[in-house]
């Protein structure tokens, strides 16, 4: 079956480190992998998403993502954390029509 | 930019009663689908419309039905609503032109039912 999971629940980072939220998928073909954020009592809001191409996938907000074919990773990154990008993050992978969400990880920034 | 509008933000209904939730997809956007999530959990994929004509089906339970009308907006109608059935519902659309699997799917606020 196709999934991804995101091992950390939560993420604790000092505002204006760099960030990293894990995610790794399982896949039968070619994987169309998404990120994800949702803010409180808000939608979810579209950050990046890998179809093909280069493996670093430069997104919304100063975030981006890494494909890893070989570790089947899709970790998010953003060199300097900022509070305001505490929220909820979901990675996603599509399959036919429907996408299918990992758990998601909650990310505190610490100011 | 338009955003996926969805109405009512809120609802609050009784045990057995019915809802009907509503979604405006982008402009030009021609796919909309469902989602469900509970408190604390990940969205579950509920249905999928594309061109009016449904095109995938998940998690949707045989009380609930939607459809897409010839504007586009979708609607989810959900009867003999149950305790359970108290989550955040989202619609997202999609500018499909046949790329089903690449296409990036926008989310509404979403609609929060509560079932008394």
């Known amino acids: 079956a196709q999934s991804v999971a995101q091992p950390e629940d939560q993420v604790n980072v000092a505002e204006g480190n760099p960030l990293t939220v894990k995610c790794t998928y399982s896949?039968?073909?070619?994987?169309?992998l998404f990120w994800y954020v949702q803010y409180p009592n808000r939608g979810l809001q579209f950050l990046l998403k890998?179809?093909?191409?280069?493996?670093l996938v430069k997104g919304s907000y100063g975030f981006e993502a890494e494909f890893n074919k070989s570790q089947t990773s899709f970790h998010l990154k953003k060199p300097s954390a900022l509070v305001s990008d505490s929220a909820l993050y979901f990675c996603?992978?599509?399959?036919?029509?429907?996408?299918?969400f990992g758990k998601g990880t909650r990310l505190h920034i610490l100011p | 930019a338009a955003g996926v509008i969805q109405s009512p933000r809120h609802l609050i209904k009784e045990k057995r009663e019915t809802a009907t939730l509503k979604c405006y997809p982008i402009?030009?956007?021609?796919?909309v689908y469902w989602y469900q999530q509970g408190p604390g959990q990940d969205p579950q994929f509920l249905i999928s419309?594309?061109?009016?004509?449904?095109?995938d089906k998940g998690s949707i339970p045989d009380r609930f039905s939607a459809q897409q009308f010839s504007d586009y907006h979708s609607e989810l109608n959900m009867s003999s609503l149950e305790l359970g059935d108290s989550a955040l519902y989202f619609c997202?659309?999609?500018?499909?032109?046949?790329?089903?699997?690449?296409?990036?799917?926008?989310f509404g606020p979403g609609t929060r039912l509560t079932v008394l």
């Open positions: 997202a659309s999609s500018l499909g032109r046949g790329q089903i699997s690449t296409d990036t799917q926008y």
């Open positions: 896949v039968s073909g070619n994987p169309y």
């Open positions: 890998y179809i093909t191409g280069d493996n």
């Open positions: 996603a992978v599509r399959v036919r029509m429907e996408i299918i």
């Open positions: 402009p030009r956007h021609d796919t």
């Open positions: 419309f594309y061109e009016k004509m449904q095109s």
